[in-house]
């Protein structure tokens, strides 16, 4: 590996800002946060604070990048990728590689579409509980990042690099065989526990051992694997035991984005959640009632929420 590593994060949200932290104290490498406008102004001025701990982390405008980059983290809202793809342009070489830390199914292909699919790895974040107050970002678990291309039945030259770099800046990672089935798993998680603790306003310790609280979990998490199954994604019972080992490790105190997000009166990513479950169980004939509520109820605060703005 060269002797510097150049890392770019799109997004410093919770997430974006912790990869970010642990990257600015890695030695050999150099991170900068891609930003414009307003965000641009204010993480120039203030940094990022994680775990109590001032970062003068530097930040590129997208178009004045000097030099592509060789690890790209995509960390934003759903959103917000249509309309900001184009600003990771001027950081794509022809060694770089992409990791989209984002939620839902579709990030990795519109990242592919806009810069082929030979600098596109497939990722999911699994375990990082980090809360984001205002400028403020705390973690207890850092959690790790497992990527991949699609399928892994030995680790291509390109994950091996990404790999290298994560290793260095001691992110935890892992490469399973087949990188579809695990986002399809992050997909059903998502949809069982991001959306039951944004209605019930519930911390991730509800969900240890709430009776309640886990069937409503559980009862969304089960439409999901219906689904996958339908796409030819071997989900599985097992799969939502998994989930719950992981689940208990979790700070009881920490909280889903989609929680963060109602809390601070943002926009969810309900339509990527609920509204790929309802959407999908039209088009291969599976009743997803329990997603389809929940879909009504996230809208009806999200414009309760817009209402008073």
Known sequence: MKETTHVAILGAGAM??????????????????IAKGQRYARLKEH?????????????THPDHASAPADLIIVALKHRHLPEAIEDVRHFVGAETAILSVMNGLDSEAMLGEAYGMDHVLYCIAVGMDAVRDDTQVTYAHLGKLILGEALNPSISPRVQRVQAILE?????????????????WKFMVNVGVNQASAVMRAPYGVFHSNPDARAVMFALMREAVALARCAGVNLTEADLAGWDNVLQNLSPSGKTSMLQDIEAGRQT?????????????????IPTPVNDTILHIIRTLEFQTNAMV
Do not use: Q
Request: a positive charge; hydrophobic letters at 45%; glycine letters at 10%.
């Open 168 to 184: 260095r800046a001691h992110i935890a990672y892992e490469t399973p065989p087949d990188m579809i089935r695990l986002l399809w």
């Open 269 to 285: 990513e309900v339509e990527i959640f609920a509204g790929k479950v309802v959407a999908l169980g039209m088009k291969y004939g």
């Open 47 to 59: 940094g990022l604070t994680v775990n109590g701990t001032h970062f003068p982390i530097s930040v």
């Open 16 to 33: 974006g800002a912790a990869l970010a932290a642990r990257f600015y104290n890695t030695p050999g490498c150099s991170v900068t946060l």
